[in-house]
């Protein structure tokens, strides 16, 4: 965890990406960087659900397949401690989004996506002040 919460009440937005995967949270992150973001980065649910407590975050993104706690269970947890920032869950198969929508979730997005998807949908969930590279 990079970010105080001191820089955020600055007026940062903030997005937490939570993936196992850490070349995925890499690139969560400059893509997330350039449109504008402070990114904070966790690999695992447990890790996330700390962050959650600690900073006030404008969006989490979540991957569904990680060691321990899933991302199904991740939004279930969130959600009982009535935190309502938006949780975008990410994973392959369309069979998950009922279940994500069920479990609390604001939004479902299915890999692989294009970066222009992910990026819509930072768009539809916080905004974005699109970076001159990507427009």
Do not use: W
Not at 50 to 75: C, H, S, W, Y
Not at 83 to 107: C, K, M, N
């Amino acid at each position: 965890m990079r970010l105080s919460k001191t820089q955020n009440q600055l007026g940062d937005r903030v997005i937490l990406t939570v993936d196992d995967d850490q070349a995925t949270r890499e690139v969560y992150g400059m893509v997330l960087a350039s449109l504008g973001f402070h990114c904070i980065e966790a690999s695992e649910a447990e890790q996330a659900l700390k962050a959650v407590n600690e900073f006030e975050l404008d969006l989490v993104i979540v991957d569904q397949r990680m060691p321990g706690m899933t991302g199904l269970e991740f939004v279930r947890k969130v959600r009982a401690q009535q935190l309502q920032f938006p949780v975008l869950l990410v994973s392959t198969g369309r069979e998950l989004r009922r279940l994500a929508f069920e479990a609390g979730a604001t939004e479902y997005l299915e890999k692989p996506f294009e970066i222009e998807d992910f990026i819509s949908m930072i768009d539809h969930l916080v905004g974005s002040k699109p970076h001159a590279a990507l427009a």
